[in-house]
């Protein structure tokens, strides 16, 4: 099922979300409409729980979709993932679905190695380097109650209107 995506300044966007069980149906089906909802919008590369209204620590990631440099693992959801180690350093351009109006100059690693949990329960641990690394964080951010938002230098210089969002 295609989720509604909630925009800022919905109060679970700034919330941090709970640790999920991915035993739980619950948690199960919200990875398969996660992952049908990032599917759904063009350009999407990423999605939390958050932004779907649920404060659940869970993340689906397809960094294949668009092509950019880096490592590309397909579509990866993440049960209580966590960020545990970043190198390097690159500033971008970044948009959400959930701020659909603008997009920012924001500083990310790039690389990162993230661990948590397959929808089997099984641990991933996930080595990541450009494009990809930058969604995990992105992701990552969202669990935290962060927006790209939270991460430019200056919200005069550093935010800009979006023309379309595609």
Same mark, same amino acid.
């Given at each position: ?8 300044? *919905?109060?679970?966007?700034? +919330? ?52 950019? $440099? ?10 209580? $993932?966590?960020?545990?180690?970043? +190198? ?30 397959? $929808? ?17 964080? *992105? ?28």
């Amino acid at each position: 099922m295609i989720l509604e995506v909630v925009r800022f300044p *919905h109060p679970v966007l700034k +919330t941090s979300a709970s640790p999920a069980d991915p035993a739980d149906p619950a948690v199960q089906k919200l990875i398969a409409d996660m992952l049908e909802t990032m599917n759904h919008h063009n350009r999407c590369v990423g999605l939390a729980a958050p932004q779907v209204g649920v404060s659940k620590c869970v993340i689906v990631v397809d960094a294949s979709r668009i092509d950019k $440099p880096g490592t590309r693992h397909g579509p990866v959801a993440l049960v209580n $993932p966590v960020l545990k180690r970043l +190198t390097g350093e690159k500033m971008l351009r970044e948009g959400c679905l959930s701020v659909p109006d603008y997009t920012g100059n924001v500083i990310r690693g790039t690389k990162a190695l993230v661990q948590g949990l397959d $929808p089997q329960g099984k641990e991933l641990i996930i080595e990541a380097e450009g494009f990809e690394a930058i969604v995990f964080q *992105h992701e990552l951010d969202h669990l935290g109650g962060k927006l790209f938002l939270d991460r430019v230098g200056s919200l005069e210089t550093d935010v800009f209107r979006r023309k379309k969002y595609a």
